[in-house]
């Protein structure tokens, strides 16, 4: 299949990328065109793209699939009312220029899978959540709610949202991030650490898109997260081990993380226990399903045969 794909050069581009390239044609938009082929590690077309102009007729030919993955990164910088914005506009504009082109030219996908996040449900303490539950209704929750209905909205004959929770991958995104502050200041468990962390593998992310760029059955909201969500004490206990950090046991006041990353803090601080119910009613086979397979496979102690 012919696949347009945004935000192809990051972290969860990358992955999938390698994993969907055999057996699809990628034309990756970029904002840096042809520069950001030294960013990727499949084969693809590199289009030169901001995100907000037209989207040229020639793009669209004999494309059959979309993925959305653009967008500011979230868990980076304060959220300032200039952040906020950017970080909006980087996930709908896109999706507002690739809808208005595609009903211009009359035509219609076979199928879109756009990344959505876990922070569609906002901060629900020890509460099961699955696809049909309510968002919640702080700025991320907002987000979300609207960036998943700009993707929906568009032609196409099936579409899909991946709720993503933070997603484990070796030195990069959230890993990378909190074992940078483990460095920092030792691994510290965030408030009361009592609130839950729902995430996922990053190898399970691209097999779940693979699988559902051609399993019909696949559409609507997803929860892309692995079966156990884990307590923040439970899971700075086990990353410590696995980086043989200096645990603080004091852990870091909620109020100090307010002072530290305003109204990002909200976000450290929130709990989703979200349950992978529509995944597991296609019987989808986590090949990460625990927290220790995860970090097993992220911190290897023993050194690999090759
Ligand atoms: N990684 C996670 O833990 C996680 C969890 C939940 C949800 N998600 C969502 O999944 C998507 C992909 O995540 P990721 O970790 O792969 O992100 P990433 O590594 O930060 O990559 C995002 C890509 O978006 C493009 N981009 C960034 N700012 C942009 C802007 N202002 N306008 C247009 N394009 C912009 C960039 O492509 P160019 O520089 O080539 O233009 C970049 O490569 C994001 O929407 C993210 O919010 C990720």
Known sequence: MRILMTGGTGLLGNAIGRRIARTNQLLVLSREGKNAMSRVSYPCEMLAWNGQSEISPRWLEGVEGLIHLAGESIGQGRWTPERKQAL???????????????????????????????????????????????????????????????????????????????????DAGFIKEVVGMFKKFGAARLGSGQHFLSWIHIEDVAEIVAQALTNPSYSGPINAVAPEALRNSEWTEKLAAATNTFKIPAGAPAF????????MADMMLSSQKVNPTRLQSQKFQFRYPTFDSALKRL??????PH
């Not at 100090?256 to 109204?263: D, N, P, R, T, Y």
């Not at 911190?299 to 690999?304: D, I, K, V």
Request: glycine share 8%; aromatic share 8%.
């Open 256 to 263: 100090a993380l307010k002072v530290m990353f305003g109204e």
């Open 88 to 170: 909006r506009d980087s996930r709908l504009q896109p999706l507002e220029q690739i809808d208005q082109a595609l009903r211009f030219h009359n035509r219609q996908l076979r199928v879109l899978i756009s990344a959505s996040g876990v922070g569609y449900y906002g901060n629900r303490g020890d509460e099961e959540l699955n696809e049909e539950s309510s968002p919640g209704n702080d700025f991320l929750a907002q987000l979300c709610v609207d960036w998943e209905k700009a993707a929906l909205a568009l032609p196409s004959k099936r579409s899909l949202v991946l709720r993503l929770g933070p997603v484990l991958a070796p």
């Open 299 to 304: 911190f290897p102690t023993e050194p690999s």
